[in-house]
Structure formats: C-alpha cells, structure tokens
C-alpha cells in the first residue's frame, strides 16, 4: 500500500513515527496510540534517516531537533483546535492535508463539530487499512482530492462543508513542500470559503532555513526523498493578511509554544541570518 504513495505523502509516515516515539516517552506532550500502526514500516526508516543527519555520531547537534519540533507542534496545534471546538459558534473543523492525523480517533469533539479531512486518495486509503476497524470520535468526513485540483472545494461542500459558517483549518506539514505560487493558490482559495471570523493555523518555516549553510544536513535529506523544501517566508503574518486574515505567530520555545521542550535559544525577531519555524494562528477578517 505505501508504494501508491508519492514522496511527500510518504512525509506523513514520518510524522507518525515521530508521534510513535513522543507516545513512549515518560514525559510526553501528548498520547497518539494510532501513530505506530499508522507509521508502518517506512515511517521508522525515515525517522532514523533525519536523526543521523541531526544528532550525528561524530559531532555536536547543528540542526534543529526534529523530534522536539514535532512533538511542540503536534501539542500546539492539539490545544488550538481543541480551544476552537470548545467556542459554541464552532461546528466544522478542516484538516488540510490530514496525512495520517489522528486527532479524530484519539481526542473526543464536540457532537456539533463536523471534523472533515482532506487528502489525496492513495493518503486516505493507506490510512483506513492500517487503521482498521478504529472508529472515529466525532462526525467524520474524508474528502479524497488533492488540494491543487481545480474543483476540491466542491467536494468538500459536497461532504458537507457549509462556507457561510464560521470554520477552523488546520494546514499542517504542507507550506514548505509546495512553491510559492502554489501557497498563495491554497491561501487564497480556504479564504474564499471560509465565512468572517474563520480560524486558521499552519506552520511554516522562514526563506533563510532554505539557504543557510547549516541547514544543508536536513535539507538533503528531505531532497534525497524527492519532497525538498521550497517555500518560507520571513513574515508570515504579512504572507496571511494578504488573504483577510489576522494573525500572530509563534516559534517553538517562545511562551505559548514550548513546554518545556525546545532545546534552542530563540533569537528575536530583528535577527536575520538565522533558522526560524513559525506557527501561525488567527482568524479571518
């Protein structure tokens, strides 16, 4: 089943790995009991592949630790959506891509949340199978299309998206494998049918992580895979006011995206010049 998934898919297999190996640790962020049946086999490879180029034997850590990265993002984007189903006016919620997420089975939502995710066919077909029976915990909805076809908001009305209703999106693993052009296309597109007051999160890394020298460990690997990092941007902010919506943004080890985990200083803002990962949440205007 993994061979009908393409590179970048094949991304989500890593994710899951990482959240297998966050569930084991005593003092983990959060619990996935889904994520090592959802890792398969591929999944633990390609997470050994990113800890050799990170933590190398021969030498100091230069890149940043992936494992911590994940488990802050996956904890961060787990309270923002459980804070967003907790507001009554909230009652669907849009995972784009969902990869192999499984908040849907492993955290219980409101019965008025419609919990609808978005993939490729071959992503939502590899999950169901290592998935199996598991039932999800809230009204779910799997929209099979691939976000850059022309027509995917249809399909999703057609599942019961209402766009004149107050939404929350979720982008997750998904701006810096897409060019630039590709990003404003998807922006522009979830604003078009997300009704004022709409939530939206996602991460992104800044244009300097693309080109620094010592970022080259990791970002080989990733060009190894055939799903190499093409877009960051400086100012996210200013890259989502583009398309109404006001937001602020976090990076790993700031207050409200730590928990006691980021290993690395945070340089401030004004600093150039250096590697940066943003979470970026706010709500359409």
Known sequence: MTASLDAVERTALLTAALRAAETRRPDRLYEDPYADALAGDIGPELLAQVRAATFPADGERTLPSTPDYNAIRTRFFDDYLKEAAADPATTQIVLAPAGMDSRAYRTDWPARVRWFEVDRPAVLAYKQQRL??????????????????????????????????????????????????????????????????????????????????????????????????????????????????????????????????????????????????????????
């Open 132 to 285: 199996g029976a598991v039932q999800a915990r809230t009204d779910h909805r799997k929209v099979a299309v691939d976000l850059t076809s022309p027509d995917w908001e249809q399909d999703l009305q057609n599942a019961g998206y209402d766009p004149s209703a107050p939404s929350t999106w979720l982008l997750e693993g998904l701006l810096y494998y897409i060019p630039e052009a590709d990003t404003h296309r998807i922006l522009q597109r979830v604003a078009a049918i997300s009704a004022p007051g709409s939530r939206i999160a996602a991460d992104i890394v800044n244009a300097d992580a693309l080109t620094l020298a010592h970022m080259r460990g990791l970002l080989d690997v990733f060009e190894s895979w055939g799903c190499p990092w093409l877009f960051g941007t400086n100012e996210p902010e200013a890259l989502f006011d583009q398309y109404g919506y006001t937001t602020r943004a976090l990076q790993p080890g700031e207050d409200g995206a730590d928990f006691g985990r980021w290993p690395d200083p945070v340089p401030p803002r004004s600093v150039q010049g250096v590697r940066r990962v943003f979470f970026v949440h706010g709500r359409r205007r």
